[in-house]
């Protein structure tokens, strides 16, 4: 089975903090994703890599950076986290490979910043 | 932006009957994927069904069907014989854009709540 883990399920923090969300899939995948979800708005792409050290910017990365350094754990950062960060954190992985690139997804962190 | 469209954000049915939901989308590919994902209320995301736009036959598995009719750019979910386990929102998610990197667009949901 597939394994997609994120280091924390719930996470509180406070305006200006520097915050890490990790990512870890055990899968061998090329890809690997950053979602943001909230209410009513659907997922919204952040960021995304297909190899290691390489990243893509999605629809909403302002506000973030990210890091990938080992094909299997991806890193989402917030520099200096804003109360519009509050928000549910998600992270997928797929194969690079067109016929074969379902996205599974790791179970979430909410985070809220005070 | 690529355009998904559930128009339903939410739906009630009753335990064992079959439910549609709805999902359009804009792309001018002629190649493309479009995936259904289900998340209870735990949060977790959890891919249903897959159909590709060269399929020729409607994806199954097992309850889970796709009406998918490309002239229209329409791919519903049809759930068969509901079950209270199936009440969670549901994600459509077409793969295009022209993109080989895999990535997806989702819609914004549909809240699907099976009474008994």
């Known amino acids: 089975d597939v394994k997609v883990t994120q280091s924390s399920r719930y996470l509180v923090k406070r305006t200006g903090e520097k915050v890490f969300l990790e990512c870890v899939q055990d899968?061998?995948?090329?890809?690997m994703f950053w979602y943001r979800q909230d209410p009513g708005l659907g997922l919204r792409l952040i960021y995304f890599?297909?190899?290691?050290?390489?990243?893509e910017k999605g629809d909403i990365p302002e506000g973030y950076s990210v890091s990938r350094e080992k094909k299997e754990r991806f890193s989402l950062i917030l520099e200096s986290a804003s109360t519009n960060q509050t928000s549910m954190y998600l992270c997928?992985?797929?194969?690079?490979?067109?016929?074969?690139?379902?996205?599974?997804f790791g179970p979430g962190t909410r985070l809220t910043v005070l | 932006a690529q355009k998904i469209t559930q128009t339903q954000p939410g739906m009630f049915v009753q335990e064992k009957e079959a439910v549609t939901l709805d999902c359009t989308y804009d792309?001018?590919?002629?190649?493309?994927?479009l995936f259904w994902y289900k998340q209870p209320s735990s949060g977790e995301m959890i891919f249903l069904i897959y159909?590709?736009?060269?399929?020729?036959q409607n994806a199954t598995e097992g309850r889970y069907s796709l009406n998918f009719q490309k002239a229209r750019k329409s791919a519903n979910l049809v759930i068969s014989a509901s079950q209270l386990g199936d009440s969670a929102m549901y994600f459509c998610?077409?793969?295009?854009?022209?993109?080989?990197?895999?990535?997806?667009?989702f819609g914004r949901g549909t809240q699907l709540t099976v009474w008994p």
């Open positions: 890599s297909y190899d290691v050290k390489m990243k």
């Open positions: 899968m061998d995948h090329e890809n």
């Open positions: 792309t001018s590919d002629q190649s493309y994927g």
């Open positions: 997928a992985s797929s194969f690079l490979d067109r016929e074969a690139d379902t996205q599974y």
């Open positions: 998610a077409p793969r295009i854009g022209g993109s080989t990197l895999g990535r997806l667009y």
């Open positions: 159909q590709g736009s060269y399929d020729e």
